[in-house]
């Protein structure tokens, strides 16, 4: 209310849509109980009118989350290549981006690896010819490697570092974009780009146990199996992040998207 004309815009244009919607969803909730007791009700609306000046849910569990940790991983969600970068924890994500709330190098090496793209494709819908990152048919399901040393963790930490400060320095000496530095690496020719994925990749593979010539897909839905399999005996399994007995030590380097 300090903020008087905003605030009457808001009111005058936002309250109404929140009260129709509540009392609507008072009358679809009436109507399934009245047919079935066992019905189950819902309150989203009733919610949304109780802080309706609002835009919407802050999802606390996640930005509880992330005011832990000095950052965070991000990628758009919808995107035709993949493009993985760290957010400082002071900006706060909007819908639009997918985030991972790891901090350290070995999980964001994992993730804008080959291995997790390929996962992406062929687990993700599209929107308009584009790939859209859907957290419940890619991240759920996609298999992190399960058994890497303390060695290849570091190594694949290593490659994404590498990996990050020279995207930094090709975007600084060509005044590029992330986006168009990787548009430029898809043209025809040689990249350093490409090799610093490439040296990725391949810490990567290792990390998984696979071989440098295996199909990335074949292999990753055996693993997948393999982790469901076990689970469903009680077996535990590596899940998102450092494997246990791996402590983040020097694994978290300071580079982070900040706010100006």
């Known amino acids: 209310r300090e903020y008087s004309k905003l605030f009457e815009r808001i009111e005058a244009t936002v309250l109404p849509d929140r009260k ?28 949304f009118l109780s802080n309706w000046w609002k835009l919407s849910y802050r999802r606390s569990e996640l930005m509880q989350r992330l005011a832990s940790i000095p950052r965070y991983v991000a990628c758009g969600q919808v995107t035709k290549r993949s493009i993985f970068e760290f957010v400082h924890s002071a900006v706060s994500p909007n819908a639009a981006l997918q985030v991972f709330p ?14 997790h793209w390929d996962w992406f494709v062929a687990r993700c819908s599209t929107l308009k010819g584009d790939f859209r990152y859907t957290s419940n048919t890619v991240f759920d399901s996609f298999p992190w490697p399960q058994s890497p040393s303390a060695k290849q963790v570091k190594a694949v930490a290593a490659a994404a570092v590498h990996l990050r400060d020279l995207r930094t ?28 994925h490439a040296e990725l990749d391949a810490s990567v593979r290792v990390a998984y146990g696979a071989s440098a010539t295996e199909d990335a897909l074949a292999f990753l839905l055996r693993l997948n199996a393999n982790c469901a399999a076990a689970e469903a005996t009680g077996t535990p399994v590596i899940g998102p992040g450092l494997p246990p007995g791996v402590a983040p030590g020097t694994l978290v380097s300071p580079d982070a998207v900040r706010m100006p």
């Open 102 to 115: 790891f901090a350290e190098d070995y999980s964001f090496g994992i993730l804008q690896s080959r291995c």
């Open 169 to 196: 320095k090709l975007r600084a000496k060509h005044n590029l974009s992330l986006r168009d530095l990787y548009r430029s690496s898809e043209q025809p020719g040689k990249h350093p780009l490409l090799d610093a």
């Open 20 to 47: 129709d919607a509540a009392e609507a969803e008072v009358e679809r909730t009436r109507e399934a109980v009245a047919a079935n007791t066992l019905a189950k009700t819902n309150k989203h609306h009733a919610n």
